[in-house]
T-cell receptor
């Protein structure tokens, strides 16, 4: 069955430093993968998604993710962190179950950005 | 991106009462809607999936008589927590998607509803 594992429940970086949030997936079929961001007391906002068109996916707010089949990974990166990037980030994979394609989320990674 | 709204954003109720949460897709037809529950500092747990005009499909362990879901139109789904108890206190988030049930189109999320049961 499809699943995602996010390594590191908390990541802390300095402002201007590289952001790297890790996500590994397990899927018996070619996966559709997503990264969402959640700010406090808000819903989720889509950062980017992989649908097999290109392995390097660019998203909003300067984020990008690379699909690596050999490593079953879909890590999220941003070259230079801003204070406003502090949030919870979720990796997700689609799962076809009960006739529906559903999103299965990882446990989330809380990103802290300090001056 | 598409916009999904939820109402109310916060609700406090007494134990034993019922609470209804609305989820609306404002600028697209949501053929499929999803309801999630999120505990503090935890990930999202899918509760149920619904197609417009059909009965909702509940995930294992979710009481369908307690969490009533109605998806009466292509823009509106409601979640009613019946006879709420303190353990039902949580952050409830809806999500909406166009296309067929098997679609892999983007799911758009509402801002969430914080339910507190006293």
């Amino acid at each position: 069955a499809q699943s995602v594992t996010q390594l590191g429940s908390h990541v802390s970086v300095s402002e201007g430093a590289l952001v790297l949030l890790r996500c590994n997936y397990s899927s018996s079929v070619p996966p559709y993968l997503f990264w969402y961001v959640q700010y406090p007391n808000q819903g989720l906002q889509l950062l980017l998604k992989y649908t097999s068109a290109a392995t390097l996916v660019k998203g909003i707010n300067g984020f990008e993710a690379e699909f690596k089949k050999s490593e079953t990974s879909f890590h999220l990166t941003k070259p230079s962190a801003h204070m406003s990037d502090a949030a919870e980030y979720f990796c997700a994979v689609t799962l076809l179950s009960g006739g529906y394609n559903k999103l299965i989320f990882g446990a989330g990674t809380r990103l802290a950005v300090h001056p | 991106g598409a916009v999904v709204s939820q109402h109310p954003s916060r609700v406090i109720c007494k134990s034993g009462t019922s609470v209804k949460i609305e989820c609306r897709s404002l600028d697209f037809q949501a053929t499929t809607m999803f309801w999630y529950r999120q505990f503090p500092k935890k990930s999202l747990m899918l509760m149920a999936t619904s197609n417009e005009g059909s009965k909702a499909t509940y995930e294992q362990g979710v009481e369908k008589d307690k969490f009533l879901i109605n998806h009466a139109s292509l823009t509106l789904s409601t979640l009613t927590v019946t006879s709420a108890h303190p353990e039902d206190s949580s952050f409830y988030i809806c999500s909406a998607r166009a296309g067929t049930p098997q679609s892999t189109d983007t799911q758009y999320f509402g801002p969430g509803t914080r339910l507190t049961v006293l």
